[in-house]
């Protein structure tokens, strides 16, 4: 059973749909905003790892060795690569979790302030 991957061309998200039976026709609608307007992508070919083996791979030391835990963006990475071999996706709930993050750490360093009050 094929899976195709559709790209919105309004809201960019990319939307997979399986196909139960190919003689039935596909009529893909984003599942974010609800748009028609969706483009066809070439998709990965995607292999089914069992739970055990993701946790695993995510206990490889070496996936650690560049994380510093008090960068942002370091840990955005690291969460976007845990989502990855979850097969989660949230894009757009790292990013705002990163600018979060650099947004409180920007306010501690300057003591709370604004940067107009500075």
Do not use: H
């Amino acid at each position: 059973m094929p899976i195709y991957e559709y790209r919105c061309q309004d809201c960019r998200r990319v939307s997979s749909f399986l196909i139960l039976r190919v003689s039935e026709p596909l009529t893909p609608v984003c599942r974010r905003c609800g748009s028609s307007k969706l483009e066809r992508l070439l998709s990965r070919v995607n292999v089914r790892l069992s739970e055990e083996t993701r946790l695993e791979r995510l206990a490889d030391p070496a996936l650690w060795d560049n994380v510093d835990e008090n960068d942002p963006k370091s840990m955005a990475r690291l969460l976007k690569k845990f989502g990855q071999e979850m097969g989660e996706d949230f894009p757009g709930e790292v990013d705002e979790i990163m600018e979060e993050a650099m947004e409180s750490g920007a306010a501690e360093e300057t003591g709370g302030m604004e940067e107009s009050e500075i």
